[in-house]
């Protein structure tokens, strides 16, 4: 069965300060894995894309690594700001279209001042 | 561009009701898939509509439906509400090629009493 695992469920820490939040799956075959922010009551929004082939992709202070070899992603915030403060959602792709796609259940991330 | 839409953005239904949701995709966009959220469950796969076809389907019983029109805009279904589907639910396009980024609306709040 495909499965995205996350970790930590929850993670609280202090504004200015970095975080890394961690992404183990078993979806095969693959072909893209996404990490997503949610902010309360909102859709998520996309933050990366990353195919078997890339290593780390960044989008500003959120950097992603893949290791497609282990089946592990992360995703590093560096300098977190309070409006960080949100769900971050890994999403993985098998190699059919993005409708098959399986969600771990997120990090919820608190920022605090 | 305008981003994906959907109406309305909150309901309150008894059970046994059935209810509608809508969903307008990004301009272009010829995929539509919808989601459930729940604090419990995370995201939730319902189904994909790709040029007014359901292209893929989740693991939801009958009583949830869909169907997409030839503008791509999609309505989604649920029938004899039950206080379970109490949750929000999320509709995402895209282009439709294999594995490439969703857009999520705003979401939809149902509350069944």
């Known amino acids: 069965k495909n499965q995205v695992e996350q970790s930590p469920q929850s993670l609280i820490i202090l504004e200015g300060k970095n975080c890394t939040l961690q992404?183990?799956?078993?979806?095969?075959?693959?072909?893209?894995l996404r990490w997503y922010k949610q902010d309360t009551g909102r859709g998520p929004v996309s933050l990366t894309i990353m195919t078997f082939s890339e290593n780390t992709k960044s989008n500003g202070r959120y950097t992603a690594t893949l290791d497609a070899d282990t089946k592990q992603s992360s995703l590093h915030i560096t300098a977190s700001q309070l409006s960080d403060s949100a769900s971050y959602i890994c999403v993985v792709s098998p190699n059919t279209n993005a409708g098959k796609s399986t969600f771990g259940d997120g990090t919820t991330l608190t920022v605090k001042p | 561009k305008a981003g994906v839409t959907q109406t309305p953005r909150y309901l309150i239904k008894t059970r046994g009701q059935q209810v509608t949701l809508s969903c307008s995709p990004i301009s272009g966009h010829r995929s539509v898939s919808w989601y459930q959220q729940t604090p419990g469950q995370g995201l939730q796969f319902l189904f994909e509509y790709f040029s007014e076809t359901q292209r893929n389907k989740g693991n939801f019983p009958g009583r949830f439906s869909g169907r997409q029109f030839s503008n791509s805009r999609s309505e989604m279904n649920v029938s004899t509400l039950e206080l379970g589907d109490s949750a929000l639910y999320l509709c995402a396009s895209s282009l439709g090629v294999v594995s490439e980024t969703q857009y999520f609306g705003p979401g939809t709040r149902l509350l069944v009493l």
């Open positions: 992404c183990n799956y078993t979806v095969s075959p693959f072909s893209n």
